[in-house]
């Protein structure tokens, strides 16, 4: 035996070679991840994805004012939705996905003196129901990496709650622990680590997250600890950009960053008026000359970078895919 194949040999079959060969001939990479080539090498913190606000709210029926899309996640995914948003309240001694109290509702605002029963204005069922549907979805397409950014406004308890809806949805082996929180945008891995580590879904919660609701859970991170948004509710065709929401300690650039582009109609000018999201522009808010100016209107309150997660009402309406392709260099 040659001493090139007598060091080839002791190499594979010594045991404490196997652990270092073993995995390298067994891996695999992600060649494609979020339908691009491309995006395998770029940090989670550098893609722009496009988000569904109120992913849960979809109905085709007109009359059904808080709606805010027409097809269901199942659709909005299809269509290459990779960030799902929704507001949460409890209802019956579960969490659901709905618009109740309209208080905290910006969706269909009407005065702080009425009152709503919990989940009146609009259901969408469980939390736990609507991720086993996004589960069947990540079980189809492997190569996907997904962002949860959800509300909890009344701080329903994170383990004894929020926990329990991904566990039993079977996405918490899913998803992404950081190292440690809070995380920068520099420092996200890329797009490839995630999927190869089969930890491929970001979960943010509004509020509740950094303990303040029963406890911290690993993957449910704050989001505005991490991410800020510019004015939510606009009723302004032009989007003006500002920093609006968002918390320490790190810095405005630091953080990821989503813009609302939804626009909403106020439908009675009176006192503080009602507010529902307008299908009727949807063609052109949604088109890729808006989304674009609504970036660029935010650019500087970001080192002059994309933004993360573009937010729209009525996914399967205009140009939404095409101008986040626009925005991620495409």
Same mark, same amino acid.
Request: aromatic letters at 8%.
């Given at each position: 035996?040659?001493?090139? $194949?007598?060091?080839?040999? #002791?190499?594979?079959?010594?045991? %404490?070679?196997?652990? @270092? =060969?073993? +995995?390298? &001939?067994?891996?695999?990479?992600?060649?494609?991840?979020?339908?691009?080539?491309?995006?395998?090498?770029?940090?989670?913190?550098?893609?722009?994805?496009?988000?569904?606000?109120?992913?849960?709210?979809?109905?085709?029926?007109?009359?059904?004012?808080?709606?805010?899309?027409?097809?269901?996640?199942?659709?909005?995914?299809?269509?290459?939705?990779?960030?799902?948003?929704?507001?949460?309240?409890?209802?019956?001694?579960?969490?659901?996905?709905?618009?109740?109290?309209?208080?905290?509702?910006?969706?269909?605002?009407?005065?702080?003196?009425?009152?709503?029963?919990?989940?009146?204005?609009?259901?969408?069922?469980?939390?736990?129901?609507?991720?086993?549907?996004?589960?069947?979805?990540?079980?189809?397409?492997?190569?996907?990496? $997904?962002?949860?950014?959800? #509300?909890?406004?009344?701080?329903? %308890?994170?383990?004894? @709650? =929020?926990? +329990?809806? &991904?566990?039993?949805?079977?996405?918490?082996?899913?998803?992404?622990?950081?190292?440690?929180?809070?995380?920068?945008?520099?420092?996200?891995?890329?797009?490839?680590?995630?999927?190869?580590?089969?930890?491929?879904?970001?979960?943010?919660?509004?509020?509740?997250?950094?303990?303040?609701?029963?406890?911290?859970?690993?993957?449910?991170?704050?989001?505005?600890?991490?991410?800020?948004?510019?004015?939510?509710?606009?009723?302004?065709?032009?989007?003006?950009?500002?920093?609006?929401?968002?918390?320490?300690?790190?810095?405005?650039?630091?953080?990821?960053?989503?813009?609302?582009?939804?626009?909403?109609?106020?439908?009675?000018?009176?006192?503080?008026?009602?507010?529902?999201?307008?299908?009727?522009?949807?063609?052109?808010?949604?088109?890729?000359?808006?989304?674009?100016?609504?970036?660029?209107?935010?650019?500087?309150? @970001?080192?002059?970078?994309?933004?993360?997660?573009?937010?729209?009402?009525?996914?399967?309406?205009?140009?939404?895919?095409?101008?986040?392709?626009?925005?991620?260099?495409?």
């Amino acid at each position: 035996m040659s001493l090139k $194949l007598a060091v080839l040999s #002791t190499l594979l079959f010594s045991s %404490s070679a196997l652990g @270092a =060969w073993i +995995p390298w &001939f067994n891996s695999k990479r992600a060649t494609v991840c979020n339908g691009r080539s491309e995006l395998c090498g770029r940090s989670y913190g550098n893609v722009t994805y496009l988000g569904a606000h109120n992913s849960f709210a979809a109905s085709k029926n007109p009359f059904a004012l808080a709606r805010t899309q027409e097809v269901d996640v199942t659709a909005q995914l299809k269509l290459g939705v990779r960030m799902l948003q929704g507001q949460t309240h409890m209802k019956d001694g579960r969490l659901h996905f709905c618009h109740t109290s309209t208080s905290s509702s910006p969706l269909l605002s009407l005065p702080a003196s009425d009152t709503i029963s919990a989940c009146g204005l609009f259901d969408g069922g469980t939390v736990e129901n609507y991720l086993k549907k996004v589960k069947a979805f990540l079980d189809a397409n492997p190569n996907e990496v $997904l962002t949860f950014i959800f #509300t909890n406004p009344e701080r329903v %308890s994170i383990p004894n @709650a =929020w926990k +329990p809806a &991904f566990d039993n949805s079977g996405i918490t082996p899913l998803t992404y622990v950081p190292p440690s929180r809070p995380v920068k945008r520099n420092d996200w891995p890329t797009l490839g680590q995630l999927i190869d580590q089969g930890k491929r879904v970001i979960v943010f919660l509004d509020e509740g997250a950094d303990g303040s609701a029963g406890g911290v859970v690993d993957f449910i991170l704050p989001q505005f600890d991490m991410v800020w948004e510019d004015p939510f509710s606009s009723t302004d065709k032009n989007f003006p950009c500002r920093v609006d929401r968002i918390r320490g300690p790190l810095s405005t650039d630091e953080h990821l960053n989503m813009i609302n582009h939804n626009l909403n109609t106020n439908i009675i000018p009176i006192g503080d008026g009602v507010l529902i999201s307008n299908r009727i522009d949807a063609p052109t808010t949604n088109g890729v000359n808006s989304i674009l100016a609504h970036a660029n209107g935010c650019a500087p309150f @970001a080192s002059n970078r994309a933004p993360n997660y573009v937010l729209l009402d009525w996914v399967n309406v205009g140009q939404g895919p095409a101008a986040v392709a626009r925005l991620n260099g495409f």
